[in-house]
Each structure stands twice: as structure tokens, then as C-alpha cells.
């Protein structure tokens, strides 16, 4: 199966790597195309065109930052569409608009093009070590047959349903990780001031019901003060934004969700974006 | 070493018994006497008084629901301070303020009895399962000879400093369970709304950057409809109100918790209070 992956940023160009080193034939694209780099020296083709990419892929991989991305790369000029051939297949890994996946993956649908949505969560980390959760929608069938690309890049393998349907499953992961992370953060800072030893501290909170992947995972850098990207503050500000749009559309009041939003926002507006998503922290340092 | 146990509540009740199955002998007591018969059938020595207790005990335990109940089982007519004797110990295992946990440990060195402040999390199924985490502050040499009476109650047993930090590092596992609960609720109410299948989004959602111990054990219960308590909803937010104080006294803006003291209170007023804590989905509902 010759594979195609478009988006070498933080979380694609480890997951592109995962492909390479599963054997998997890789053409890649960037719009900054020194990303290619350490690609090409595992073996991957670069291409100066997602329809080029597109034209040597029986699958290709997308994971761009907002909807307008993915559009830009499936239909723009020079875009994925114009490369693919009918049997093909398209997964969008980027975290978009349910409502515009379910449109994107009709207009592939209409050139015999199969589209699963498969955003994932698990951090940079997830992404090097492979160990990606993957939530994907859309034809059951395109799903077993893209099964062995994504065995290469996560471990916890999930089809939700439909077209939209991964993407509305990680909305809810989004809103259950934000209000994990303002945990988080509300945590340290009452144990700094409080004077509480922070190893100790980190030890005792994981270990009970108050544990969580972000208490693990981005405690322990907010207490050393390390506040590099993982996830950026931009991107997990954008995720807000369609997670507070979706709850919108289905009429629901979320207080939490709307909270994080707000603090996202903010910390946008204060000059955090490009800090990882940890540093929420700085707002109140 | 003889052990003494006062309050037989959700959590006291499954702790007593692992002690008793560790093999120390145990004295009971409850202010609701019939709450001893099950621990008399393990072997357990039911008392009338917490003095009693206390005469009987070269250990006390107390967890009970409030700082005015530790008083009152400690100080109070027929407390566990008329029967404690120089060199044995009180280890209190309930949430309560941090200061007055200071003031309690003061009178008691003034009989000559250490104490330890050893708050727990794990809800009731790591009290059955005898894998609470432990968070305790006192005198260390208190801590090392009770420590095999934590083991048979506890998996995560940390030593915290001093008198209170037991309770201030509950109190910062409060801050981020609360909030990890929070995330459950809004998440399981948009996967409901957005009509996704429910055990496959506990599935992808548990195995990456959002998954808690409150998604995975929470959870399930909130899309079965099951809000026994566990930790009820009235105990939750009592611990609430004392993170709240805390954060007050430590001049900390933290609105999370503000948000979350708010919603538990609400909670409170609208009769839910005996539900568990998961109930907060039902201010929804």
C-alpha cells in the first residue's frame, strides 16, 4: 500500500516517521518544505504538491492545523483531489468542523474517493512513541483496510461511526482534556503556594482519583517551569473554539468548556500562543 | 499493636475491615451503633464511646465527615482524648481544614499522643479494594511505626511534611479531581447530544491526553444512569468549600474551583446531595 502524508508539524512528521519505519512506501508534502528533510533521509519521496503526493498514494494522510488547511490541501489549487484516483482513500487526522468534514468526505465521495475523519490525541509523545489514540469516522470498510497505517501510529484504535463522527469524538476529548488541564494547572498552583514538595505532591494526587494523563504528563513540566510545545496554546485555543461552536449547535450549556475557551482566548491575546498548551499556567504568573 | 477505628461511614466501614483482615485487633466505634455489627462479625471490639476506643487502642483512627466532627470524636464529651495515652497515636483520615488540623495536632502533643493528618482519595471501591492513595503529614517516626496500618488500607502511601500537609495536599487532590469530574460531565453530555455510541467513546477517550481516573470510573456510570454514591455529592462539596477557604488564604484567583464551588452548591440546594458525586451531570438533566 503506497501511502501519502501531508502536515509535517509537530505531531505529523513523527507519525509520517511511524509510517516509514512500519515499511509503508511514503510520498510527503509541506508547505515549508525544509520539513521534508529528515523524512527523505528514512526513505520518504517529497513532492512539491499535495497532488502529486495525491497521484502516488493509494491512502493519504492530511493533519493540518484548522478547516481552511484541510480544505486548502484536499481542494485548492495543486490540491490532494486532483490526484486521486477512484478506490482511493483520504484520512483527515487534523481536529476540524464536524459539519465541514461530513461536507469534505461527500465531495470526495463523489470522485469514488473514500474519506475517514481519525483526529488523535496522546501529545507529541503519543506521536513519537506510536502510542496515538486514534478516533476515527466514516466508511467501516475504508476503516479495516487503513487499519495497518494507523496500527503504525497509535495503539488505541477506535471506530466511532460515521463521517463527522471521529471528529465529534475528540471534541469531547478536547473538552474533557481542557477542564483536565485547568486541573492541572489550578493544582500547582495551589501546592506552590502552599509550600507542598512538588515530587511528592505529583506522587500522591496521581495516585488517587484525582489522576489523569495531563496531572503525568504536564505536572511535572509546569513545576519545573518547562513550558515548550507539546501542543500549542494556538492550536488547543482553535480546538476550544469549534468545541464551544459544536455545544452551540447542540444546544447545550457547558460552564467548563465556555471557562476554558475564555482562558484559552486570553492567553492568546497575551502572547502564549506558540507556548505549549501547559503554559495556561502563565496566565496567573 | 491494637488498633482503634471512630466513624464507619462509606470509606471507614471497608478501611476498618482491611485492618481487621491485616490482623490488628480493632475497636470500634460509630455514632450509628449498627454500623459496628458487620466489622464485630470480622472480630472488631464495638465501644460505646471514642474514649473507649481510645483506652483500648495504641492507634486511633478517625474518619468522619467534617472539622467539627473530628473535634467533637477527639475532644469533645467522652472524646478519644479522655482514654489516649502518652506515646500512642491518632491518624486522622478525614478532609478537613488544614489549620485546624494544626491546632488539633498541637493539643494532642500536649498529652504526649502524635498525631497524623492522612487524608485519602480512591473513592469507595479503592477502600473495598485496599488501594487508597494516602497523603499523610506529621512526625515521621509516627508515620514509619503506623505505616504497616496504612499498607493494609492503602496502595499510594506518601509522607507529606509536616501537620497539614496531609490535608493541604488533599486539598489540591480535591482542586483537581473536581475539576477531572467537571470534564466528565460536560463530555458525557456532548457525546450524548451528538448521538455518539457510548462505550466506544469511553474507549477513545480513556486512552489518550484526556484520560482521568474520573473519566474511567465516573464515566460509565453517568451514561448508565447510576448516581449512587460513592462520594456523595454533600461531602464533595464540603471539601469544596474548605479548597475554596484555602485558596482564599493563599490569595490564589483560581475560578475553576470558584466554578466548581458554585455548581456543587447549586447541586446542594436542588435536594441531590445524597446522590454521588457524579450526580453533578444531574443539574442538567
Not at 447542540?250 to 507556548?275: I, M, N
Amino acid at each position: 500500500m503506497n501511502a501519502g502524508f501531508i502536515g509535517l508539524g509537530i505531531m505529523g512528521a513523527p507519525m509520517a516517521a511511524n509510517l516509514l519505519k512500519a515499511g509503508f512506501p511514503l510520498a510527503v508534502y509541506n508547505r515549508t518544505p525544509s520539513r521534508c528533510g529528515p523524512l527523505q533521509a528514512l526513505g520518504a519521496v517529497a513532492c512539491e504538491t499535495p497532488a502529486e503526493v495525491a497521484r502516488r498514494s493509494d491512502v493519504v494522510v492530511t493533519i493540518v492545523s484548522e478547516t481552511r488547511d484541510v480544505e486548502a490541501v484536499l481542494f485548492g489549487p495543486d490540491g490532494a483531489a486532483e490526484g486521486l484516483r477512484p478506490g482511493s482513500v483520504v484520512i483527515d487526522m487534523s481536529t476540524i468542523s464536524p459539519a465541514a468534514t461530513v461536507e469534505f468526505a461527500a465531495r470526495l465521495r463523489a470522485q469514488g474517493v473514500d474519506m475517514l475523519d481519525a483526529p488523535v490525541s496522546g501529545g507529541e509523545s503519543g506521536a513519537i512513541e506510536g502510542r496515538l489514540s486514534i478516533m476515527a469516522g466514516g466508511p467501516r470498510e475504508a476503516f479495516d483496510r487503513c487499519l495497518p497505517l494507523f496500527e503504525a501510529m497509535g495503539r488505541k484504535i477506535v471506530h466511532t461511526g460515521g463521517n463527522g463522527n471521529g471528529q465529534r469524538t475528540k471534541l469531547v476529548n478536547q473538552v474533557v482534556g481542557s477542564l483536565n488541564l485547568l486541573a492541572v494547572v489550578e493544582g500547582v498552583r495551589m501546592a506552590r503556594a502552599a509550600g507542598l514538595d512538588p515530587n511528592v505532591t505529583l506522587e500522591a494526587v496521581g495516585g488517587g482519583a484525582a489522576g489523569s494523563w495531563m496531572w503525568s504528563n504536564l505536572g511535572p513540566k509546569i513545576f519545573a517551569g518547562d513550558f515548550a510545545p507539546g501542543f500549542s496554546i494556538r492550536l488547543h485555543q482553535k480546538d476550544l473554539r469549534l468545541a464551544k461552536e459544536s455545544l452551540e449547535e447542540l444546544g447545550l450549556d457547558a460552564p467548563g468548556t465556555a471557562l476554558l475557551h475564555r482562558l484559552f482566548t486570553e492567553a492568546l491575546d497575551r502572547g502564549l500562543g506558540e507556548q505549549g498548551n501547559q503554559g495556561l499556567f502563565n496566565l496567573w504568573s
